[in-house]
């Protein structure tokens, strides 16, 4: 093996000794302490997730880094290694828990499927880690170029313990459509680099399914020209690793001659085609699914009256869904908007499509653009996929507001389906909208973010930024994570579902953009190099790019004011000549909501609550805290005053006057200037914040709660006290994210944070999930901390059923049903709405569709089972004798009812091209017949069968199929045994499930029997008036043949009873059948003649008394004495001749 010493340095024999000794009792002990923290799902939140494992499917793995493995047409072979400082303590961690029975274990997951892989227990001796090497056909036997989920990839010590679980992600080079193809002229490292000078924006986009498969563009000035795009697989994580194209030939190609001053405006990915706008046009791709040698080429969208001026004010607006394993109602929709106003003579400045991008249509309705009150400025137009809604965001001089209508057939209705939203005033600046990926959480952001739970019907407002405007959001479908970045440079985290929001620091690069990667990373992207988390944490951490531990305070001083002895209101304080321009900077709003207040003494408190005043002067705002650690209060030597007592009077306008009296002369208490803008707080009476110091004994203040203020009464000393928090010297508290506070546990087998189930018509699934609250100091509400909102209410039934466990964990158990007999998807979103804005998981967002599984199928139980082995070799006999196996003729084709010789199907059966048809003597024959895999082909290996083709009941491949199961004649009450496979195991076929038997060869000498129950009687025969074929009760079902050769049945459930099309076929070969009709008939009739015959002569014979023996002897004498004679006169004549 090499020498991987460069990677693991040791540090000579000494070392050695003490690795040996200690390290393995260490991690022995590590381990038996987390196996007491087993439980039955992923605990989410639970503190900082450290990697323990390096892996890599390529080369060694590299210490501390994300590991990325990728699947292509072979074997997955895999290396990890015990993250540890040396390759000798690897070794030994090794050798400790291979002895002890344990090695890592694979989980492989996307939203559907979960597979588990074991790596090797055995250990060559000079091995540092662990090695698995997996077929691909064990991970998927798919090779089709799709959309497809990248797989998060889940390493553990040990399945089911979940011990120094490590994540990573896998990826399907193979399928995944925009790697299949040549984007252009491969650009060399000079050619990239001459570009930086002439950049000016850049813009990023992501497949939906794989969101480490990315695209990086350049947005050029004018004294460039050209479309230069950079494509990563492994999440621009390195910039070597990105691949950068030349597409400008690939554009220029569909242009008229003289154009010129190309550059990009902005581009989408969608699940199957690659749309960019650049400042000449817009321009879509081909099919991704459809590779060809060529360079990737594209189609140019016209827009009547539009220029190269509009081009570059344009934006394309898509919301990213992923469909893989898609449904026909799972559609992908793209929309270009125009800044600027439209024209009398244009349709619209918003146009959208849907794939294949050929048509682009108004997003405004012929039958409203007459209307006088609808906006003509469409900032945003989206299509809600689960409600199948379009939602535009207009804008005008006087108003935003948003609307919803119905899309149907992708055209869109001119009546709106819920009353326009009309924004305040205060959202003067509306730039966009978009959904938060995979979810219907709808975000409208500008100077002002605003967040829609429904649909667009209703708006919340999560944060109002004043002069600042947000301009760009990104958003992580996996951690859920969301960020905003302002027009200043300001960047804000909020998580999907939350109305609580963190500033989490600046972004000093003039061009940038943000991207997020499949596992949750942010990254940071310049035109000339990449930051992402240099920590290197386990799961995704949208702060580390930034700076940490950010002061979300304001310049003010607060003052406190007690409500109970855990509760306390802070005020903050407005001075009376602040400009109205920077009262907002003074002031309490949505970003200080679930937040800490730290005061630089001691002491902290959580904001549970905001709260906006209008007729309390000098505290325009306040928040409600709970007490988390006492906060400390001032000392005599801090502020002499606390050695008097205070006497309180009203001074007017809104004023108070403290007056301190001192008991003794020779005590020196007085208010200093350092006392400005403390606080006096008195146990059960008003707050004062001390705004002016008149002279050593008095001071003036302002009552937190005027109605409770204690006016012409004296406290003495010790009775009232001095809070700290202004700012005399500097700010003296501060506000920062509170740590998180809840776990997260999913109850059920899932092993993904997003998951996807479906349900048939009758069905149900239940969801569970657990909250643990897991914060010191933080009061539990007794209140639900989980809120769960459906998508599409109109698709589900909801029933939700939660409790409180004895140790406060609350448990949510959610049933799902179907509503009605429609098919479509939804999302179902858990939102932990007090949780922190630190917490890795705090919105659970499970995708549902009312729809069939991919993974659901019927199958039917053959009467005797056959082993794969002999089917292979064509052999298997009963206990007879009989081979069961019938290897069918090239180019079979079964009879028909003309016979054996006339066979009138379209169906060839182990097909070959190069080899004659038998049996093709008729014209009705010659007529009929016709290849389908091997359509095309010459000879059979050009029909490119798979085995599993070969072994196929389907009538789709029955040019492959050259075996079939066996019979002897008669094949009588043969039962037909049917089963559902699902992901949660087999069940037999019964009712409400009916179905219809029949022989796609259009043979009719077959019966069945069958028993039908009274109470489905009525539907059965609906059912078959309806469909015009028989309709059978799968139980008891039983079939009898008559004839003799193959049978090839197809049973189908009946439509309405699941969304499922649920085909089984199989085929019978009846085998040594006696002659058809009339055959038999005719040799019987022939032998009945030829014996009446027989016995009619001999009864004349003996009625003439003639006695056809006697004759015959006679005869025979006869003829013997003429040969008696022949021969003497033949040897007389031979004596004579001799003489």
């Known amino acids: ?24 009792l260490l991690y022995v002990v590590i381990l038996l302490v987390n196996m007491f923290d087993f439980s039955s799902g992923i605990l989410y939140n639970k503190g900082q997730m450290e990697r323990y494992f390096a892996c890599s499917s390529e080369e060694f793995p590299k210490k501390n880094e994300i590991f990325k493995l990728y699947l292509s047409s072979s074997h997955l072979e895999i290396q990890c290694f015990f993250q540890i400082e040396d390759e000798v303590a690897s070794r030994g961690i090794l050798s ?24 090797n227990l055995t250990l060559f001796s000079d091995r540092v880690y662990w090695l698995i090497n997996i077929p691909r056909e064990d991970i998927t036997k798919n090779t089709d170029i799709t959309a497809v989920e990248e797989w998060l990839v889940r390493i553990s010590l040990h399945h089911g313990l979940n011990i120094y679980t490590t994540e990573g992600t896998l990826l399907d080079t193979v399928r995944e459509p925009i790697l299949q193809w040549n984007l252009g002229l491969i650009m060399e490292e000079s050619n990239v680099s001459a570009l930086y000078p002439h950049v000016i924006d850049l813009k990023v986009t992501k497949c939906p399914c794989a969101n480490d498969v990315a695209l990086l563009g350049f947005v050029l000035n004018t004294t460039f020209d050209g479309v230069y795009i950079g494509v990563t697989f492994s999440g621009f994580w390195d910039y070597d690793n990105t691949s950068w194209f030349n597409m400008t030939e690939n554009i220029y190609s569909q242009l008229e001659e003289g154009l010129t001053e190309l550059s990009l405006v902005d581009m989408v990915l969608t699940n199957h085609f690659l749309v960019i706008l650049t400042s000449l046009g817009l321009f879509v791709s081909r099919d991704l699914r459809y590779p060809s040698a060529s360079d990737l080429r594209f189609s140019r969208a016209d827009f009547c009256g539009f220029e190269r001026a509009d081009y570059i ?34 349709a619209s400045t918003c146009f959208y499509s849907t794939e294949p991008f050929l048509e682009w249509f108004p997003c405004i309705p012929y039958a409203l653009r007459r209307v006088r009150h609808v906006p003509s400025n469409v900032i945003t137009f989206l299509v809600d996929i689960e409600r199948s809604n379009g939602i535009y965001l207009f804008s005008n001089q006087k108003e935003t507001s948003a609307s919803v209508h119905v899309l149907k057939n992708n055209r869109l209705s001119s009546q709106s389906k819920f009353p326009n939203f009309l924004f305040p005033s205060s959202f003067s600046v509306p730039v966009g909208m978009v959904f938060h990926p995979r979810s219907n959480f709808l975000y409208a952001y500008g100077n002002q973010v605003w967040l829609s739970m429904d649909g667009g019907n209703t708006f919340e407002l999560i944060a109002d930024f004043h002069g600042d405007v947000i301009r760009r959001s990104y ?48 990254h940071k992207l310049t035109p000339d190099h990449f930051e992402a988390d240099e920590l290197i944490s386990a799961v995704g951490n949208s702060k580390a790019i930034f700076a940490e531990n950010l002061d979300m305070g304001f310049e003010t001083a607060l003052a406190p004011q007690f409500i109970s002895l855990n509760e306390m209101i802070f005020y903050a304080y407005v001075p009376p000549n602040e400009p109205t321009a920077t009262i907002h900077t003074k002031q309490f709003n949505n970003i200080h909501s679930g937040k800490v207040i730290h005061h630089g003494k001691t002491g902290s408190a959580y904001i549970r609550k905001v709260l906006q005043h209008n007729n309390l002067k000098g505290f325009l705002s306040s928040v409600i805290t709970e007490i988390i650690d006492p906060f400390g209060i001032e000392e005599v030597r801090e502020s002499s005053s606390l050695s008097s007592s205070v006497f309180i009077t009203d001074v007017g306008n809104f004023s108070y006057k403290l007056t301190l009296n001192l008991k003794t002369p020779d005590v020196n208490s007085s208010f200093r200037h350092w006392d400005l803008q403390k606080t006096v707080v008195i146990p059960g009476y008003s707050s004062f914040l001390i705004t002016a110091i008149l002279d050593d004994t008095n001071a003036l203040a302002i009552a937190t709660m005027p109605k409770r203020a204690p006016v012409n009464m004296t406290f003495l000393e010790n009775t009232w006290f001095l809070y700290n928090f202004g700012l005399s010297s500097r700010r003296t508290w501060r506000i920062f994210s509170k740590r998180c506070n809840y776990w997260f546990q999913q109850l059920d087998k899932s092993l993904s944070l997003n998951i996807l189930r479906y349900i048939d018509l ?5 969801l569970s999930v657990k909250i643990i609250p897991h914060a010191r100091g933080f009061q539990m509400l007794d209140v639900p901390p989980v809120k769960v909102l459906v998508g599409n209410p109109s698709l589900l039934d909801v029933r939700a059923e939660g409790f409180f466990d004895d140790t406060g964990s609350y448990l949510l158990n959610i049933t799902l049903s179907s509503k009605i007999l429609r098919q479509g ?21 499970p995708i549902v569709k009312t729809s069939c599984s991919y993974l659901r199928s019927m199958h039917h139980i053959p009467s005797k089972l056959i082993p794969l082995e002999d089917w292979i070799s064509g052999i298997h006999k009963d206990d007879q004798g009989f081979n069961m196996i019938k290897t069918l003729p090239v180019n ?57 083709q070969k072994f196929s009941h389907a009538v789709a491949f029955s040019d492959c199929r050259e075996k079939v199961p066996r019979f002897k004649f008669p094949v009588t009450q043969y039962p037909i045994s049917l089963q559902i496979s699902t992901k949660k195991g087999n069940m037999p076929v019964g009712l409400p499930y009916l179905v219809t038997v029949t022989e796609v060869n259009m043979r009719e000498n077959w019966k069945l029997k069958h028993s039908t129950p009274p109470t489905i009687r009525k539907l059965q025969s609906h059912l078959k008036s309806h469909l015009q074929v028989p309709v059978y009760n799968p139980i008891g079902l039983n079939l009898s043949i008559m004839g003799s050769e193959l049978f090839h049945f197809k049973v189908s459930v009946v439509p309405g009873i699941t969304f499922c099309n649920l085909v089984e076929e199989f085929q019978i070969y009846v085998d040594e059948a006696p002659l058809p009709f009339p055959g038999h008939t005719l040799i019987a009739i022939a032998a009945a003649i030829v014996l009446g015959g ?44 001799e003489w």
Not at 331 to 341: A, E, G, K, L
Not at 762 to 766: A, D, L, N, P, S
Not at 1106 to 1135: T, Y
């Open 1094 to 1137: 027989l016995i009619f002569v001999v009864f004349m014979f003996q009625l003439r008394n003639i006695h056809p023996w006697q004759l015959c002897r006679k005869l025979f004498r006869r003829n013997k004495v003429n040969l008696s004679r022949i021969e003497v006169f033949q040897q007389a004549h031979k004596r004579k001749s």
């Open 313 to 346: 004010k344009g934006k394309l607006w898509y919301n990213e869904r992923c469909f893989a394993n898609r449904e026909k109602f799972e559609v992908d929709y793209v929309t270009i908007t125009f800044d600027r106003n439209r024209t009398l003579s244009e």
């Open 762 to 766: 009758g069905k149900y699934h239940t």
């Open 475 to 522: 958003h992580s479908f996996y951690s859920s994570d969301i960020t905003f970045v302002s027009q200043h440079g300001k960047v804000y985290l909020t998580k999907a579902g939350l109305k609580t929001y963190s500033e989490i620091g600046s972004v000093t690069h003039k061009i940038f953009t943000l991207y997020y990667d499949h596992l949750g990373f942010i």
């Open 892 to 948: 079979y084709r079964p009879p028909s009812k003309l016979g054996i010789a006339i066979p009138l199907t379209d169906n060839f059966y182990h097909a070959d091209p190069s080899k004659p048809i038998p049996r093709n003597l008729f014209l009705m024959s010659k007529r009929t017949g016709k290849f389908k895999q091997c359509t095309n082909a010459s000879t059979r290996e050009e029909c490119n069968c798979t085995n599993d």
């Open 825 to 845: 998807s939804s999302s179902l979103a858990f939102v932990v709405w007090e949780a922190s804005t630190e917490c890795f998981v705090t919105t659970f967002v």
């Open 96 to 119: 400790v828990f291979t002895s002890g029975g344990l090695a890592p274990s694979l989980e492989i997951i996307n939203s559907t499927y979960t597979g588990i892989f074991h790596f």
């Open 1 to 24: 093996m090499p020498n991987h010493s460069g990677l693991l340095q040791g540090n000579g024999d000494t070392r050695v000794k003490k690795i040996t000794m200690e390290f393995p």
